[in-house]
């Protein structure tokens, strides 16, 4: 099988090479244990076989002696697919040094942001650095959506409000941004970097549409910048049994200027996917990473590029696909019989909720940090994914919150006994999917009784966006600026408008109670089987 596997690669290879301009050359060089850890090869330090390495289309495996060769444009990365128990080198922001840039001709000079400078000639060999790691089938990574900061001051308060509280208080393997890193501002790459690698922890990234440079003539010139910083947009590493593959899912128009984009992926890159699942173990779990997320319905990801994914998927039983995006926390599940998607196990896409919540908005707190809930009522914080094997455990930490805040309960503060036929009970289980089950009781009363699922807008940001419509009746911006100096803090910025909740469930209480305040107990349990508590009490008075 291994054979097969390396001639059928080398055979593809050169086909493709066949298929390329005459001026495109050929890289080669060696994957190797870089034991001293000086990041050059010498001598005494052997190379590393049947490791892939890519030119973003091509995959080639190294042979006995740690050598690839591969077939690069003038506008290429070059870069090795971490291995299982191996790592690949780090920079100064725990960024994985796992590329080569090759860009003899630099970036565009219009360009706002700086993209790739000049490179030059190929070196005789581009090699790659790899450092043993003890291998794990139990780890847990840690996910960031939409950062998204515009000034430094965003970038303080993903400081102040999500790094702080992880630094030194879990054991991660690594971690990983799921795009919108930065807010248009590709400046910002830097600070943020130095902001998270605080962590101390392998740190790797995502493109979003808010990461690109908007002045690219082409889609393939869109993520310049990010190459610079990051390396390749659409790549591919492994820890144990979890192969993850990265992709640049932002569509640009191809129009100097323009901000239109659209979810999907270009031939090349589904030539890179197709390619780099012919070498996985069918019984491994594929992780897919994007920014823009999956959809059941419509084209903010092309449908006709979703059902070619879902194509390259149908062999392997166990999936999972990651996006951001939409400032909403969200798990969807495509059903064989409803989407495209061809195994009777649903495809499980999660799309993580943000760091930013509502792009930084809302009300300052008492540390001068934004409250910014997201507008499904889900709390701005992050995810954490525990991987065992091929399973895995998806958990959502709220900002400054402990680790057992997994839910709101919503209902009147005080009622008047039997004058009410509705009385509502809504609970918004952040992590809650239709794999989900909710029941409660009143504690004393009545026994364990099952919640609805609904999709409607959450009470409590509901009460927000309330609450802005005021401030902008009485005009409180115009009112701040009048009154105060240019450098006083206003209170806050406006939320934006409410979205539908996917993770609300309801019931009608009614108002049959005796007089005095009773507790309601909630407990929900998620698709993993496990079961979270927790009460809230309502007063109740005879008329």
Same mark, same amino acid.
């Given at each position: 099988?291994?054979?097969?596997?390396?001639?059928?690669?080398?055979?593809?290879?050169?086909?493709?090479?066949?298929?390329?301009?005459?001026?495109?050359?050929?890289?080669?060089?060696?994957?190797?244990?870089?034991?001293?850890?000086?990041?050059?090869? $010498?001598?005494? $330090?052997?190379?590393?076989?049947?490791?892939?390495?890519?030119?973003?289309?091509?995959?080639?495996?190294?042979?006995?002696?740690?050598?690839?060769?591969?077939?690069?444009?003038?506008?290429?990365?070059?870069?090795?697919?971490?291995?299982?128990?191996?790592?690949?080198?780090?920079?100064?922001?725990?960024?994985?040094?796992?590329?080569?840039?090759?860009?003899?001709?630099?970036?565009?000079?219009?360009?706002?942001?700086?993209?790739?400078?000049?490179?030059?000639?190929?070196?005789?060999?581009?090699?790659?650095?790899?450092?043993?790691?003890?291998?794990?089938?139990?780890?847990?990574?840690?996910?960031?959506?939409?950062?998204?900061?515009?000034?430094?001051?965003?970038?303080?308060?993903?400081?102040?409000?999500?790094?702080?509280?992880?630094?030194?208080?879990?054991?991660?393997?690594?971690?990983?941004?799921?795009?919108?890193?930065?807010?248009?501002?590709?400046?910002?790459?830097?600070?943020?970097?130095?902001?998270?690698?605080?962590?101390?922890?392998?740190?790797?990234?995502?493109?979003?549409?808010?990461?690109?440079?908007?002045?690219?003539?082409?889609?393939?010139?869109?993520?310049?910048?990010?190459?610079?910083?990051?390396?390749?947009?659409?790549?591919?590493?492994?820890?144990?049994?979890?192969?993850?593959?990265?992709?640049?899912?932002?569509?640009?128009?191809?129009?100097?200027?323009?901000?239109?984009?659209?979810?999907?992926?270009?031939?090349?890159?589904? $030539?890179?996917?197709?390619?780099?699942?012919?070498?996985?173990?069918?019984?491994?779990?594929?992780?897919?990473?994007?920014?823009?997320?999956?959809?059941?319905?419509?084209?903010?990801?092309?449908?006709?590029?979703?059902?070619?994914?879902?194509?390259?998927?149908?062999?392997?039983?166990?999936?999972?696909?990651?996006?951001?995006?939409?400032?909403?926390?969200?798990?969807?599940?495509?059903?064989?019989?409803?989407?495209?998607?061809?195994?009777?196990?649903?495809?499980?896409?999660?799309?993580?909720?943000?760091?930013?919540?509502?792009?930084?908005?809302?009300?300052?707190?008492?540390?001068?940090?934004?409250?910014?809930?997201?507008?499904?009522?889900?709390?701005?914080?992050?995810?954490?994914?525990?991987?065992?094997?091929?399973?895995?455990?998806?958990?959502?930490?709220?900002?400054?919150?402990?680790?057992?805040?997994?839910?709101?309960?919503?209902?009147?503060?005080?009622?008047?006994?039997?004058?009410?036929?509705?009385?509502?009970?809504?609970?918004?289980?952040?992590?809650?999917?239709?794999?989900?089950?909710?029941?409660?009781?009143?504690?004393?009363?009545?026994?364990?009784?099952?919640?609805?699922?609904?999709?409607?807008?959450?009470?409590?940001?509901?009460?927000?966006?309330?609450?802005?419509?005021?401030?902008?009746?009485?005009?409180?911006?115009?009112?701040?600026? $009048?009154?105060?100096?240019?450098?006083?803090?206003?209170?806050?910025?406006?939320?934006?408008?409410?979205?539908?909740?996917?993770?609300?469930?309801?019931?009608?209480?009614?108002?049959?109670?005796?007089?005095?305040?009773?507790?309601?107990?909630?407990?929900?349990?998620?698709?993993?089987?496990?079961?979270?508590?927790?009460?809230?009490?309502?007063?109740?008075?005879?008329?």
């Amino acid at each position: 099988m291994r054979a097969y596997i390396i001639a059928l690669l080398t055979l593809f290879v050169s086909v493709g090479a066949d298929a390329q301009s005459p001026d495109q050359k050929v890289a080669k060089g060696f994957v190797f244990h870089d034991t001293n850890e000086n990041r050059t090869k $010498e001598d005494a $330090e052997k190379g590393i076989p049947e490791v892939a390495v890519s030119n973003g289309v091509d995959i080639v495996l190294t042979d006995e002696n740690g050598a690839y060769e591969i077939p690069v444009s003038d506008d290429a990365v070059i870069f090795v697919i971490k291995p299982r128990d191996w790592m690949t080198p780090l920079n100064e922001h725990d960024l994985p040094q796992f590329y080569y840039l090759h860009k003899p001709n630099g970036y565009p000079d219009n360009f706002t942001y700086k993209g790739v400078e000049p490179t030059g000639d190929l070196p005789d060999e581009v090699n790659f650095p790899l450092y043993r790691e003890e291998s794990h089938q139990n780890y847990k990574m840690v996910v960031f959506g939409d950062p998204q900061p515009y000034d430094i001051e965003m970038i303080d308060f993903l400081a102040d409000d999500i790094i702080s509280e992880l630094i030194g208080k879990h054991q991660l393997k690594f971690g990983m941004t799921m795009g919108d890193i930065v807010g248009d501002n590709l400046d910002l790459f830097s600070p943020l970097n130095q902001a998270v690698a605080k962590l101390e922890i392998p740190w790797y990234n995502v493109l979003g549409n808010h990461d690109i440079n908007y002045m690219a003539p082409t889609d393939e010139l869109s993520d310049e910048t990010f190459e610079r910083v990051f390396g390749p947009a659409t790549y591919a590493f492994v820890y144990g049994d979890v192969h993850f593959i990265v992709l640049d899912d932002v569509i640009h128009e191809s129009v100097a200027g323009s901000r239109k984009y659209v979810g999907g992926l270009r031939p090349d890159q589904f $030539e890179f996917v197709s390619n780099y699942l012919d070498l996985v173990p069918k019984n491994h779990l594929i992780v897919l990473a994007m920014h823009i997320p999956l959809v059941q319905h419509g084209e903010s990801f092309r449908q006709s590029d979703q059902k070619k994914l879902f194509d390259l998927l149908k062999d392997f039983p166990h999936t999972l696909s990651i996006s951001a995006h939409t400032h909403v926390h969200d798990h969807k599940f495509f059903h064989q019989d409803s989407t495209d998607w061809q195994q009777a196990k649903p495809h499980h896409h999660f799309n993580v909720g943000t760091t930013s919540g509502s792009w930084w908005n809302g009300m300052r707190n008492e540390v001068d940090v934004p409250h910014t809930m997201m507008r499904d009522g889900t709390p701005n914080g992050y995810s954490f994914i525990t991987f065992n094997g091929t399973e895995y455990i998806i958990d959502w930490k709220v900002a400054g919150s402990p680790a057992d805040h997994q839910m709101n309960i919503h209902l009147p503060r005080g009622i008047v006994a039997d004058k009410l036929d509705t009385v509502l009970l809504t609970v918004n289980f952040f992590n809650g999917s239709e794999q989900s089950k909710l029941e409660y009781r009143v504690k004393g009363i009545s026994e364990w009784k099952q919640m609805e699922k609904v999709e409607k807008y959450d009470p409590y940001y509901l009460k927000i966006d309330q609450r802005w419509k005021q401030f902008e009746k009485i005009d409180l911006k115009s009112k701040w600026e $009048e009154t105060f100096e240019p450098d006083v803090t206003p209170p806050g910025s406006p939320m934006p408008a409410p979205r539908i909740s996917t993770h609300l469930w309801e019931t009608n209480l009614g108002s049959n109670f005796p007089a005095g305040r009773h507790v309601i107990e909630v407990r929900a349990k998620d698709r993993y089987g496990r079961v979270f508590t927790n009460y809230s009490s309502i007063r109740v008075v005879k008329e």
